[in-house]
């Protein structure tokens, strides 16, 4: 009898202790994104049916940039259209990939008379960071972002737009629920939380079973990142959000369901938002790819709509 309850202390501590490792590992795969250039120059050539190169020679002049805060360094790029440029887009880039992963939505802002600002999130590409955090310390990384734009290039918010793709489209709202108001917001693919973003993809990836450790895993990843993704999420920033919004997602989306947008869709004000729910068939993020035509006059019309200053007047 001594035997056998020894065996079961044994037997419940090597479970205890595997559990522990499993989910301090998965929380670590939230945290710590593989992200470099060259993977992103693959990703191009492999699905743009195109090259990093010759997206680049369509690109006006460049110059590198950095922006210190309390945490970590940002580093990007600022290409200029011209010098009479009168407004500026920031374009946030997706989880693991870097801010040459945002030149297939340059096209799109072929009728603005603004200059291209992109920078790679904390943790990815040349920028520092510790952690990645699901959108909420990247969403105060790109305040500090439009701040600096703001004062470098003498812009009024107003004049400063976010062209968000997949968890940059999701860090765009997040920051937009901020009191501070820009020109707009466009969020492409989005998702409503950190959770669901991490354990969508998880249960593709490991099966049903990794439910029993999401709680767990949820937790040490917010506290070893120093976040509260409970209560700051793209769902719950939603309503609180001023400025106009231009949401899309694919219906035919297998990474990030698409209704996650719904849900944050009808979070959004009415009057001050457009969603449209594509079904051209395309996965995450390809639409725009895919279906550049359409894409590009479903932005037109909401800057007509909703942001007329960043269209060319002649």
Same mark, same amino acid.
């Given at each position: 009898?001594?035997?056998?309850?020894?065996?079961?202390?044994?037997? *419940?501590?090597?479970?205890?202790?595997? %559990?522990?490792?499993?989910?301090?590992?998965?929380? *670590?795969?939230?945290? !710590?994104? =593989? &992200?470099?250039?060259?993977?992103?120059?693959?990703?191009?050539?492999?699905?743009?049916?195109?090259?990093?190169?010759? &997206?680049?020679?369509?690109?006006?002049?460049?110059?590198?940039?950095?922006?210190?805060?309390?945490?970590?360094?940002?580093?990007?790029?600022?290409?200029?259209?011209?010098?009479?440029?009168?407004? #500026?887009?920031?374009?946030?880039? *997706?989880?693991?990939? =870097?801010?040459?992963?945002?030149?297939?939505?340059?096209?799109?802002?072929?009728?603005?008379?603004?200059?291209?600002?992109?920078?790679?999130?904390?943790?990815?590409?040349? &920028?520092?960071?510790?952690?990645?955090?699901?959108?909420?310390?990247?969403?105060?990384?790109?305040?500090?972002?439009?701040?600096?734009?703001?004062?470098?290039? @003498?812009?009024?918010?107003?004049?400063? *737009?976010?062209?968000?793709?997949?968890?940059?489209?999701?860090? &765009?709202?997040?920051?937009?629920?901020? @009191? +501070?108001?820009?020109?707009?917001?466009?969020?492409?693919?989005?998702?409503?939380?950190?959770?669901?973003?991490? !354990?969508?993809?998880?249960?593709?990836?490991?099966?049903?079973?990794? +439910?029993?450790?999401?709680?767990?895993?949820? /937790?040490?990843?917010?506290?070893?990142?120093?976040?509260?993704?409970?209560?700051?999420?793209?769902?719950?920033?939603?309503?609180?959000?001023? @400025?106009?919004?231009?949401?899309?997602?694919?219906? #035919?989306?297998?990474?990030?369901?698409?209704?996650?947008?719904?849900?944050?869709? #009808?979070?959004?004000?009415?009057?001050?938002?457009? !969603? %449209?729910? =594509? @079904?051209?068939?395309?996965?995450?993020?390809?639409?725009?790819?895919?279906? =550049?035509?359409?894409?590009?006059?479903?932005?037109?019309?909401?800057? /007509? +709509?909703?942001?007329?200053?960043?269209?060319?007047?002649?």
């Amino acid at each position: 009898m001594k035997l056998l309850k020894r065996l079961l202390i044994i037997l *419940g501590l090597i479970i205890l202790i595997g %559990y522990s490792f499993a989910c301090w590992s998965l929380s *670590g795969r939230m945290l !710590f994104p =593989t &992200s470099s250039l060259e993977k992103t120059k693959s990703t191009i050539e492999r699905y743009w049916g195109t090259t990093y190169e010759a &997206s680049m020679a369509a690109m006006p002049p460049s110059e590198e940039f950095s922006v210190e805060t309390d945490e970590v360094e940002l580093k990007g790029k600022y290409f200029t259209l011209s010098d009479s440029s009168t407004c #500026a887009i920031v374009f946030i880039h *997706g989880w693991s990939t =870097t801010w040459a992963d945002m030149l297939k939505y340059v096209t799109l802002f072929s009728s603005c008379n603004c200059d291209f600002v992109f920078y790679d999130h904390r943790r990815h590409g040349e &920028s520092s960071g510790k952690y990645a955090t699901g959108g909420i310390k990247e969403a105060d990384d790109l305040w500090e972002i439009t701040d600096w734009l703001k004062e470098e290039k @003498e812009l009024d918010y107003s004049s400063i *737009g976010w062209m968000g793709s997949s968890w940059g489209a999701a860090t &765009s709202l997040i920051a937009a629920g901020d @009191e +501070k108001n820009i020109g707009f917001v466009i969020a492409d693919s989005p998702f409503q939380d950190w959770r669901s973003a991490a !354990f969508e993809r998880a249960i593709v990836d490991y099966g049903n079973g990794i +439910k029993l450790l999401t709680p767990t895993i949820m /937790k040490l990843a917010s506290v070893r990142a120093g976040v509260d993704p409970v209560n700051i999420s793209p769902l719950k920033m939603a309503a609180q959000i001023e @400025e106009p919004v231009l949401l899309i997602h694919s219906k #035919a989306d297998t990474e990030t369901a698409s209704f996650q947008s719904v849900n944050i869709a #009808a979070n959004l004000s009415s009057d001050n938002s457009q !969603f %449209y729910h =594509t @079904e051209w068939g395309n996965d995450h993020v390809m639409d725009v790819i895919n279906n =550049t035509e359409e894409f590009r006059q479903y932005v037109n019309d909401f800057l /007509k +709509k909703k942001a007329p200053q960043f269209l060319k007047t002649n």
